[in-house]
């Protein structure tokens, strides 16, 4: 898949495409059948599938003072579209400059002359130009008049109402990962460079690889039982630590995950880690002992949990 940053322009041979609109952010299920529609409109017309998306997010553009709330870093996200089928995607630079154009300003600038595109295909709430002040309504207009066509794809729904990236910010923060993984469709999985910690874990027997958080969502602060990708591809189980360390001073936040029946040097490279099942909360123990034992008893219910 054709990765298209920072506003550099479109490959010719991906012009005349159908393009999926909107932020994406979590790529779950309700975002996959946007994607998926528009995915399935470029083949039946035999033309490029495109995502368009925006970096950074809109949000985090107006207020920047917002806690963090991604479930997806871009990199992430554009893996996910490439497994998904798609041909190229492209992130939109979202700047002051882009939020201030009028709606048909946008469509023009981006939809028609950088993109090219022959077809649009959002959801229900996509909002476009200065105040976010068009809609999917105007965009059919907009895409009638300027020779592209514009569809609206269906919220998606399950017994708890439509499957929203908020919903799925929600059940993290409510020490439920396994609720958020059936909205993703796959587990909330947290991307990061391996860095040293205090390495109390090594100490104890129990060496750690540890992440910072950066802009992911927080989750509930806790253990949990966690599947880790390494560099290669391999999956190895583990379990986790995410949270600021109440045994340790002063604070800091961090994920530390030990990979159980596996050894080896992480520091300065790239892991995934997946959070499977919340085991328990945060707490300061008596003593290193005391948290060498349950470290051990944390690990047997992981292993229990990942069987």
Known sequence: MER???GAILPERFRGGVAALGNF???HAG???VVGRALALAREREVPALVASFDPHPARLFKPELAPFALTMVSQRMDLLAAFGIDATVMIPFTRELAA?????FVNQWLVRRLGLTGVVTGGDFTFGKGRSGDVAELAALGEALGFTAEVVAPVADSGGTIS????RALLREADPAGAATLLTRPFTIRGMVEHGAKLGRTLGFPTANLRLGDYQRPAYGVYAVRVRLPGGKRVAGVANLGIRPMIEPPVELLETWLMDWDGDLYGKVIEVELVAYLRPEMKLDGLDALKAQIAADADAARGVLA
């Open 25 to 27: 952010d979590g790529f």
């Open 165 to 168: 990236s908020s919903r799925v």
């Open 4 to 6: 298209i940053t920072g």
């Open 101 to 105: 154009l009028s709606g048909p300003d």
């Open 31 to 33: 975002h996959q059948a």
